[in-house]
């Protein structure tokens, strides 16, 4: 896993990335494919909705208490809901990682289900791109990659512009995982 990572000439460019398109991927949590996961280099943690920790199956008593609440660019601190730690699975067997992530679970709309920050995203050693609509990291079977898809990525955002966070969440947002059935791309 010490293969050099580099974004170049070979890699595609998809056309949305024009539009800076944020990146948007699944991952694979609790036996479910999720959808709609921000990559979200800002973020100095890992956030879960509160309506995907539901869908996932999960119960409030294995909440770990978190008293420190969220700070972000705008609006008041949003407290959360308590901490809990979940196995992720990012990428394509035989090309993926499966790493522990500590997620801030809150009870706020979004038409995302997950943040993935930069805790996550440093566990993986991920490099993104948000010119390529990429994360690439490396794994035992060589580097991965994995593609943001630009209309979902369009859709979030719209919804959130209009305020229809809801709306969007409410889309089929959990697949169950079979091991060793390939994830569509997006």
């Known amino acids: 896993m010490d293969e050099e990572i580099t974004f170049g000439p070979?890699?595609?460019?998809?056309?949305?990335?024009?539009?800076h398109e944020a990146i948007v991927i699944d991952i694979v949590t609790n036996n479910y494919r999720?959808?709609?996961?921000?990559?979200?280099?800002?973020s100095a943690v890992d956030i879960m909705f509160y309506?995907?920790?539901?869908?996932?199956?999960?119960?409030?008593d294995q909440l770990t208490p978190v008293r420190t609440p969220l700070v972000g660019f705008t609006?008041?601190?949003i407290s959360s809901e308590g901490m809990i730690t979940l196995m992720v699975?990012?990428?394509?067997?035989?090309?993926?990682?499966?790493?522990?992530?500590n997620f801030v679970v809150v009870k706020?709309?979004?038409?995302?289900?997950v943040f993935l920050g930069r805790p996550a995203l440093n566990a993986l050693r991920a490099i993104p791109s948000t010119f390529h609509l990429s994360v690439k990291f490396p794994t035992p079977g060589g580097?991965?990659?994995v593609h943001g898809d630009p209309e979902v990525a369009r859709a979030c955002y719209l919804a959130t512009l209009?305020?229809?966070?809801?709306?969007?969440a409410q889309t089929t947002c959990l697949e169950p995982y079979i091991p060793g059935y390939p994830l569509p791309e997006g």
């Open 108 to 113: 706020q709309s979004s038409p995302y289900n």
């Open 162 to 168: 209009r305020g229809q966070e809801k709306v969007v």
């Open 10 to 19: 070979r890699d595609t460019v998809p056309l949305a990335s024009g539009n």
């Open 51 to 60: 309506r995907m920790f539901k869908e996932l199956g999960l119960r409030d």
């Open 143 to 145: 580097i991965a990659e």
């Open 75 to 77: 609006g008041p601190p």
């Open 89 to 101: 699975t990012v990428g394509q067997a035989p090309k993926c990682r499966t790493v522990p992530v």
């Open 34 to 42: 999720v959808k709609k996961v921000y990559v979200d280099q800002g």
